[in-house]
């Protein structure tokens, strides 16, 4: 074989190699502390326990409501804000915990990659919209 066939071949091992999805460094932070999330939202999103995540810059079109809602949790929301959440005013059902342990850029990692990976966002935007 030729150095330039061989060339050409570890060129596509290393590319088949590589991850899959957005490689932004934020978003992969987001990706593992999503982990907990998946518990009970699914490890696609597709919910279980708690919602379906497909919907979620429907919900929260303003993703610093979205970081409020995953700092929270759904009992710290309806002592702040009542019983509803969201720009579509879901009825508060289940007890999604408060991840206020996560501090800001932790809270904003998730939120982006929940944003990007399950709500169909392009990752340029949803890092611009929640803040970074």
């Given at each position: 074989?030729?150095?330039?066939?061989?060339?050409?071949l570890v060129a596509l091992l290393v590319s088949?190699?590589?991850?899959?999805?957005?490689?932004?460094?934020?978003?992969?932070?987001?990706?593992?502390?999503?982990?907990?999330?998946?518990?009970?939202?699914?490890?696609?999103?597709?919910?279980?326990?708690?919602?379906?995540?497909?919907?979620?810059?429907?919900?929260?079109?303003?993703?610093?409501?979205?970081?409020?809602?995953?700092?929270?949790?759904?009992?710290?929301?309806?002592?702040?804000?009542?019983?509803?959440?969201?720009?579509?005013?879901?009825?508060?059902?289940?007890?999604?915990?408060?991840?206020?342990?996560l501090n800001r850029l932790e809270l904003a990692?998730?939120?982006?990659?929940?944003?990007?990976?399950?709500?169909?966002?392009?990752?340029?935007?949803?890092?611009?919209?929640c803040g970074f």
């Amino acid at each position: 074989m030729t150095r330039a066939v061989v060339g050409v071949l570890v060129a596509l091992l290393v590319s088949a190699c590589a991850p899959a999805g957005p490689t932004d460094d934020n978003y992969i932070a987001g990706r593992t502390i999503y982990r907990t999330c998946a518990q009970c939202h699914g490890s696609s999103g597709e919910g279980g326990v708690g919602r379906a995540l497909g919907t979620v810059r429907e919900t929260f079109p303003d993703c610093d409501d979205h970081i409020e809602w995953i700092s929270l949790g759904s009992e710290g929301w309806q002592q702040t804000y009542g019983s509803a959440y969201g720009a579509t005013n879901q009825p508060i059902e289940g007890a999604m915990p408060a991840f206020d342990s996560l501090n800001r850029l932790e809270l904003a990692q998730v939120a982006v990659y929940e944003r990007v990976r399950f709500g169909g966002g392009e990752l340029a935007d949803e890092l611009a919209t929640c803040g970074f």
